[in-house]
């Protein structure tokens, strides 16, 4: 069905930009290993295993994390998936990054599955006994995320998803084909998966991976507006779920409490979800639970809107603050405008040190100060100082670029 979870070797499938590889001509290269051991501790013959391939590595019976500069893991992670962890992380400096959990087949069919999967973002592996299921980020745009991350703390914040997947909630998933839709993988004709309700209400988990994927602000909002259906019934929701448990025989509750009792809390309710909704779909079987399929051409329609609403609020959000603000500024420029001389020194002051802080706070002030004079005098007055100073800092040309930046300069 799909190719092998990560392969034997990242480096071999490495897509760079002109930008990033820039970056690498210039700095070295970084890789970050972390594989987490959650149903099963790691045996001693286990961690051996792992120590052969690895001298460096921190390795516990839960753990193996370990850092590369120039090398790389000398082992295949779908391999070490299948035969010692269920949770692992991989973040490369050039833009790549990986998520993959271990879950028991039992929890999910192979038809739940399939609806999700996508060529790279969400892909999907089996193995006798479990799905691996691997989320995947192959060419970030966020350039200094991964030139000043470490990758450390990803596994704290995406392990959690695990345990929701065991617990029927598939809002990760659907989050892995979203990012197809992102990354241009998913045909605009395709149809999304059944969208799975809570898209608008995300847990800290399900944030993290959006953010770990870099999945938009825009296309989440309008995949979480199929949310707006099942929030309207809501009421109906509640009073399906208490007829339903109303039907179940005592044998049946007696079985679901003694799951809860014997610690398998996770399989319980995953099976109650799954009875509940197909008896759901068997007494309504033209409504969707989970709101309708829609096109991915529809989403990305619904993603415009949802941009444009947004860039409204942020344009009326600044307007407020600024108008929130405007007492406070003209109060500050009043004061600059009652000794313009002693302004001018010391912003030559400010140019004369040569550094770039110093040119940095230099600019500020000159635009500061403009915006003073405007109020306060009248702005050929500013121009003809500027001349002047110009005429005794114009060689520097760090100073200039920033004056230029800023409008002040031609």
Known sequence: MTQALIGGNYADSRTLTSFQATIQTTMSEYQYYEFLAIDRPLSQAQMAELRARSTRATITPTSFVNEYHWGDLKGDPTDWMRRYFDAFVYVANWGSCRFALRVPRSVFTESELAGFETEASLKIDRSSDHWIIEWALNEGDDYDRFACESGSGWMGRLAPLRDELLRGDHRALYLGWLAGVTSGEVDEASLEPAPPPGLSRLTGAQQSLVEFLE?????????????????????????????????LSAEEARSILKQLLQGKSQRAERQLKARFYAWQRERAPCAATSGKRRAVAELQELANGAEAERLKREEEELARLKAEQRPRREAYLATLAADFDRCWQGIDEKAERGVASSYEEATRALVDLAEAYVLHANRGEFDARLNGFMARHGKRTALVRRLKQAGLWR
């Not at 019934?233 to 448990?245: I, N, S, T």
Request: net charge negative; proline share 3%; no cysteine.
């Open 215 to 247: 999945i938009g602000p825009d296309l989440l909002t309008a995949a979480a507006s199929a949310d707006s259906e099942v929030s309207a019934a809501a009421v109906d929701f509640d009073r399906e779920m208490d007829a339903w448990l109303a039907g």
